[in-house]
């Protein structure tokens, strides 16, 4: 079996988390080890053979960690087999460009299930991965026999510890007045939550890092948003930059051209960047040309225009900076999930439900609250030309679409795109989360699910 993209229309498996090839494999330094070793090689050997199976799962969202019924499965991770150890994670901001898996992988279907066959028997390193997210640890394969791992041994890690073999993202969250963000963590375990679903602020501290800009957790800042992206070494730092929704303290930096160029540069060279709503001036400035942005139909506050940006000459006119945050806020009663695997993902989960109470998810009809910026339109933007001087173009890629009250139909809520280099950015109209409450309502659910799939593989060329 060779597995190299979850499918056409989707992001693709991640270089660390898949690996190169069997052949290539023992040379490549992000994916590390030396290949499946025999694991699959029915030629090689033609006894009984063994099989690993299990479900894989979110960060402290596995059965027994969340009420019955609400755990958080995990689609497309990859799992594989190796015989020796695989190298860690790059620790900095790093290109992952999509290689061949190892002959044993397999990805986990829409309900976090896998299984690995045909396995020789024998003892390897199990690596199971979603993007930056993996976990490693030794298996013992026995002859005629299927190994159901528990959900302590496929439950994604909420911690960075290489020596236990365990890896998250390196997190920078710039902390949002109006969205926060780090409730999200905490529920996955990447720091903590009270009872009440809130972020306790000190618990953030060795896990992923905070700069100040406006919300809650201001106190527990290494300092403020400006000084984080006026230093690119220290945005390197960080795999995934965290830009929730909040008002104007840092915004004056983005009038800064050495500042743009930081931004741009950090997701050239891998970085993920994750904007939500009011807080859009982060990734519409430094990339103008892939998403419209607009108050309302017949408003006077607009984004700011692609020609703001001259990719000939990597400059930007500050005058022409615009702010198209609405100043009213909507709920969106009949958003869709559009993207296939997301659907399919979403649907039938159960938790609780953004109206109130609990429920099952409908993946073609649910409700998304604390909106305020809307998405006019997207765009396909040429980014440079492949190795045979064919054109390769950035295409916007809608995950959620809904009304967005404007009329006009069903319009995009959250959105990804790769405008340089092998980067992504996503962002969404909506804040990750609108109050404090336990559990994942569906938009939270969704966004979880996307900082996942930003972290994966980069597909096709690299572009400068």
């Not at 596995?62 to 019924?69: E, L, N, S, T």
């Not at 950090?266 to 009011?278: A, Q, S």
Request: proline share 6%; charged share 20%.
């Amino acid at each position: 079996m060779e597995v190299r993209v979850r499918s056409l229309a989707m992001l693709f498996l991640c270089l660390a988390a898949c690996g190169p090839s069997v052949s290539d494999y023992s040379a490549n330094v992000d994916g590390g080890g030396s290949g499946d070793g025999g694991a699959n090689t029915p030629d090689a050997y033609s006894g009984p053979v063994g099989v690993i199976a299990g479900t894989v799962w979110a960060p402290g969202n596995a059965p027994g960690m969340v009420a019955a019924g609400h755990e958080f499965p995990i689609y497309g991770a990859l799992v594989w087999l190796s015989i020796s150890k695989p190298a860690p994670v790059p620790d900095q901001v790093y290109c992952d460009e999509c290689v061949n898996a190892p002959s044993n992988a397999v990805l986990s279907d829409h309900k976090g299930v896998f299984q690995l066959q045909d396995l020789v028997p024998g003892t390897y390193w199990l690596i199971i991965q979603k993007g930056q997210f993996r976990l490693d640890q030794q298996v013992t394969v026995t002859a005629g026999q299927t190994l159901q791992l528990q959900a302590t041994a496929t439950t994604l890690p909420s911690t960075r510890d290489p020596a236990a073999g365990k890896f998250i993202p390196r997190i920078a969250l710039a902390s949002g007045q109006y969205d926060d963000m780090q409730d999200i963590m905490g529920k996955l375990g990447i720091g903590a939550v009270d009872a009440s679903g809130r972020f306790v602020a000190s618990s953030a501290a060795g896990i992923f890092d905070v700069y100040s800009n406006g919300g809650a957790i201001d106190n527990a800042a290494m300092g403020s948003l400006s000084s984080l992206v006026g230093d690119l070494d220290k945005m390197r730092n960080y795999h995934i930059i965290f830009i929730p929704c909040s008002g104007d303290q840092n915004t004056s930096a983005l009038w800064n051209t050495q500042v743009l160029a930081n931004i741009r540069h950090y997701v050239k060279e891998g970085g993920k960047l994750y904007v939500t709503d009011w807080s859009g001036e982060w990734s519409d400035n430094v990339f103008p040309e892939q998403i419209e942005l607009r108050d309302d139909p017949f408003g006077d506050r607009i984004d700011t225009p692609a020609n703001a940006y001259n990719a000939a000459s990597d400059t930007w006119n500050t005058s022409m900076f615009g702010n198209a945050d609405d100043l009213d806020d909507y709920t969106s009663d009949n958003a869709e999930a559009v993207d296939d695997d997301l659907n399919q993902w979403l649907h039938e989960q159960r938790g609780p439900l953004a109206t109130g109470g609990q429920g099952l998810f409908d993946a073609n009809n649910f409700v998304v609250t604390g909106a305020w910026d809307h998405i006019t339109a997207l765009n396909s933007v040429q980014v440079g030309t492949d190795e045979k001087g064919f054109p390769v173009h950035d295409d916007p890629k809608a995950f959620v679409i809904g009304d967005d009250g404007t009329g006009g139909g069903k319009k995009p809520l959250t959105v990804i795109y790769e405008p340089v280099g092998c980067g992504r950015v996503m962002y969404s109209t909506y804040h990750t989360t609108d109050d404090t409450h336990p559990g994942l309502v569906p938009q939270e659910r969704i966004l979880v699910y996307l900082i996942m799939e930003i972290g994966v593989c980069h597909s096709g060329p690299v572009i400068d």
